[in-house]
């Protein structure tokens, strides 16, 4: 099976932008997460999208959003970037039904670079 | 609330020497915890987990953990190391929140391999 991927890979962007970051779970997956990693706050939990509905939310401000589409492949948006914004940001998918506990497969996360 | 403390930000040892990581969690229900390693500019891989049942647990790449509930711990450990080792590693605990699990990460440690 193929494995998480994220696009790109790398990104610039200059305050005040707005940015969207892609994200393909494995196949039948339907639960896709997503972390903000940087060196001063670790990893934080951004979202959890589970069959287009988002279902758990960390405590970023509402610049932060995503979405889900109906093949689990899930997007993003970041708007008005700041700063502190720039960071890896890393999209986990796993299987995770309701009151599951599933191991969570990272991809290799999106480099954001706010200038 | 649940968190999780790896002690030690950085832990450095010679090839072949014993690799001990340690990580304390805090929660109030039986905890489901994780063992992630973090290659340079890639995302988390899964090393190993616990859920139930035995508490000595042994995942990829020759490491294994020790759930010791009365210790509050989930310490990692590998007998032998390897240049290839060298990583950050990063202790999780699943949380049930608003009826879903998500996942709390600890800060990391960054595991220096040297001949």
């Known amino acids: 099976k193929a494995g998480v991927t994220q696009t790109p890979r790398y990104l610039i962007k200059t305050r005040g932008q707005q940015v969207t970051l892609s994200c393909s779970p494995i196949?039948?997956?339907?639960?896709v997460s997503w972390y903000q990693q940087t060196p001063g706050q670790g990893l934080q939990f951004l979202f959890e999208?589970?069959?287009?509905?988002?279902?758990n939310k960390g405590n970023f401000p509402g610049r932060f959003s995503g979405r889900q589409f109906s093949n689990s492949r899930s997007e993003m948006n970041v708007s008005t970037l700041e700063l502190g914004d720039s960071a890896l940001y890393l999209c986990?998918?796993?299987?995770?039904?309701?009151?599951?506990?599933?191991?969570?497969?990272f991809g290799p996360g999106t480099r954001l670079t706010v200038t | 609330a649940q968190s999780v403390t790896q002690l030690g930000s950085h832990v450095s040892v010679s090839e072949g020497a014993l690799v001990l990581l340690r990580c304390n969690y805090s929660?109030?229900?039986?905890?489901?915890l994780f063992w992630y390693v973090q290659y340079p500019n890639q995302g988390l891989q899964l090393l190993l987990k616990?859920?139930?049942?035995?508490?000595l647990v042994k995942g990829i790449n020759g490491f294994e953990a020790e759930f010791k509930k009365s210790e509050t711990s989930f310490h990692l450990t590998k007998p032998s190391a390897h240049m290839s080792d060298a990583a950050e590693y990063f202790c999780?605990?699943?949380?049930?929140?608003?009826?879903?699990?998500?996942?709390?990460f600890g800060a990391g440690t960054r595991l220096a391999v040297h001949p």
């Open positions: 986990a998918s796993s299987l995770a039904g309701q009151g599951m506990i599933d191991e969570q497969y």
């Open positions: 196949s039948g997956h339907r639960s």
């Open positions: 999208y589970f069959s287009e509905t988002q279902r």
């Open positions: 929660s109030s229900v039986p905890p489901y």
């Open positions: 616990y859920t139930t049942g035995a508490t």
């Open positions: 999780a605990v699943s949380v049930f929140s608003g009826g879903y699990n998500k996942l709390i």
